[in-house]
């Protein structure tokens, strides 16, 4: 089966700085790829120049067989490939159900002007987003909070928010850059758990980038290695760990972080 | 009815009720008719401003508004005078055509942000200004004077629009219908903020990198709403040219423009119905002033760097502070 999504030779360059140099890897449907390496590797660069927020310098990026690089964010995202983001980035003053709401409108069935009439479909609509809202916030254990507005959360339910909104877009690919930053132990676990069932449930693709090596060995089916910009391996995560060049390069000096 | 509640409904039958037909019998009472040209100034400016608070809510300071009012005053002027049209024609039509200059300037400068678009938008108005005073079809300095009364339009023998100029009280007939364009302009507004484009302009405006990850097409949203906006300030100042009869360069100025944004600022930016209430206090709060002179301008300027500054939401967030309505 041909891969869902390939990294082809992508080169990322910021004036004299080259954040990703020719990186090439494949993403098998169902799969769920971690992109680790030290700050500064170029991984929220590579995530970026997939969903297209930033141009490739070279390179492209196919999915489904078509190029999906070097467009508009809004045009990959409704081809199904949907980024979070690093940084805290939410809907400040709508609460979580409003911005989970939101960001369905692209099962939309009515037009724009169906909704400023009020049509009958632009109704059946918005009664479905909230119905589906509400069962995506229990999924994500979030019923609780679904009426808190977003600035007025904590860290942790905020990259949770995060998740619920890219989830929402109802997307095949999910690029999470730092899930559980911010989390403790037990969310992240608790979080890994649900990442998986986003990948079990609903078949949805998961690239994710994370520093939290315990949990990204948990969570990945395999993992891309970057540093300076450069992918140094490529494995499951036992191959990974044993892996002479990742050892050397990034983990040999973190030894303890990656319990190995 | 309409996704109204019934007190919504009661405040909004109030509101038509107390213009439609309390300031009419007070007027009638007291004699006051330079009140009709006052009222129908605020209302036309509402229109005008009600464009503005749109732009601020995809995230933008429009301080242009002043141009696209003029583009429609001078467009409806000279279909009427030069080309013979029906004012109510050119109405729509001077509208849409400050809407597609909006859009052919949108494209370029919507990309910018904060105060760099704010500043553009600030030169737009002098722009046009200057642009009136050098075409010929404006008549240059000497704009476009004696400007017919509407005439009135009839389909298959019936009267739908009377003939202005064989009325008694073309004051009472140009307040009646700035009045109805403006409450069609608001509804017409209060129903998008309230729709799926509102919704999408929403999170535009909280966070415009977001919603493109989740597939908003944010630069065409920007420039239907900035078209949109621009409509109603082409038809605002379409309506001004035809009861003032005469149309010059000068009729919007950059004063103009900032005022509209202000009528927003001190209304509410959350509000819907807030560029109303602020075009009203503000227009009256400086006719108010007039007696004190050369302590015109400093007075009313410190009143309103005191409510900006105390209310920072403008004034409907003293009603609105917990209900949290819209
Ligand atoms: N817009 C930009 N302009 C210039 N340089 C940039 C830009 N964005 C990123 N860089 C540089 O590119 C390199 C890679 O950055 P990137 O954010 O992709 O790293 P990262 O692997 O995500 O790091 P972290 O783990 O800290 O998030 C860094 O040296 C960074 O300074
Ligand atoms: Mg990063």
Request: glycine share 10%.
């Amino acid at each position: 089966m041909s891969p869902l999504l390939q990294v082809k030779n992508v080169t990322k360059k910021y004036g004299g700085l080259t954040a990703n140099n020719a990186i090439s890897f494949d993403v098998a449907e169902n799969e769920i790829l971690s992109v680790i390496g030290p700050n500064g590797a170029g991984k929220s660069t590579l995530f970026k120049m997939i969903a297209s927020f930033t141009p490739t310098t070279s390179g492209e990026v196919i999915y489904q067989g078509e190029r999906i690089s070097n467009l508009k964010p809004h045009i990959v995202a409704r081809k199904g490939v949907v980024r979070t983001f690093q940084e805290t980035t939410i809907f400040k003053s709508m609460t979580v159900r409003e911005s989970v709401v939101v960001a369905q409108h692209l099962r939309a069935k009515a037009s724009l002007a169906g909704y400023f009439w009020g049509s009958k479909t632009a109704k059946d609509d918005v009664t479905a987003f909230e119905k589906y809202a509400d069962e995506l916030l229990e999924f994500l254990g979030m019923s609780e909070i679904s009426n808190e507005q977003a600035s007025n959360l904590p860290q942790g339910s905020l990259r949770a928010l995060g998740i619920a909104i890219g989830l929402a877009t109802d997307p095949k690919v999910l690029l999470l850059d730092e899930p559980f930053a911010g989390m403790n132990h037990d969310e992240t676990m608790n979080m890994v758990k649900l990442v998986r069932s986003v990948r079990d449930e609903r078949g949805v693709t998961v690239m994710l980038v994370e520093h939290d090596m315990p949990a990204v060995m948990n969570i990945s089916d395999r993992i891309v290695v970057l540093n300076f910009g450069e992918k140094i391996a490529e494995g499951t995560p036992s191959e990974i760990q044993s892996n002479e060049k990742v050892i050397e390069a990034y983990l040999g000096s973190v030894d303890d972080e990656i319990g190995m | 009815m309409l996704g109204f509640t019934s007190k919504q409904l009661v405040g909004v039958g109030i509101f038509l009720f107390v213009i439609f037909i309390g300031v009419p019998l007070i007027i009638n009472a007291t004699g006051r008719w330079d009140f009709y040209f006052t009222l129908t100034s605020v209302a036309l400016l509402a229109i005008a401003s009600a464009g503005v608070w749109l732009t601020f809510y995809i995230g933008r300071i429009n301080i242009g508004q002043g141009a696209f009012a003029l583009i429609g005053a001078y467009v409806s002027a000279i279909l009427v005078v030069k080309a013979g049209w029906s004012f109510w024609i050119s109405l729509p039509v001077a509208g849409l055509f400050a809407a597609v200059v909006a859009i052919l300037i949108g494209l370029p400068i919507l990309r910018l942000r904060g105060v760099y678009f704010a500043m553009i938008t600030l030169v737009l108005t002098q722009v046009v200004t200057l642009t009136a005073l050098a075409l010929p079809i404006t008549n240059g300095a000497k704009g476009i004077s004696n400007i017919p009364l509407p005439s009135g339009i009839s389909l298959l023998g019936i009267p739908i629009l009377p003939d202005f100029a064989g009325m008694e009280n073309t004051k009472l007939a140009f307040y009646f219908t700035a009045c109805i364009i403006m409450v069609l302009t608001y509804a017409a507004l209060y129903r998008l903020v309230n729709s799926r484009l509102g919704h999408l302009c929403r999170s535009m405006q909280q966070n415009e990198e977001l919603a493109s990850s989740i597939g908003v097409n944010i630069a065409y949203i920007r420039i239907v709403i900035f078209a949109i906006s621009s409509f109603f300030g082409g038809l605002g100042g379409a309506m001004f040219g035809s009861i003032a009869q005469s149309v010059y360069p000068s009729s919007f100025q950059v004063a103009d423009s900032v005022n509209f944004m202000l009528n927003c600022f001190l209304g509410g930016l959350g509000y819907v119905f807030g560029p109303m209430l602020g075009t009203l206090v503000l227009y009256f709060g400086w006719d108010l002033l007039f007696e004190f002179g050369k302590y015109q301008m400093l007075i009313y300027s410190t009143i309103l760097i005191i409510i900006i500054r105390f209310l920072p939401n403008g004034l409907l967030s003293i009603r609105f502070d917990k209900g949290g309505d819209k």
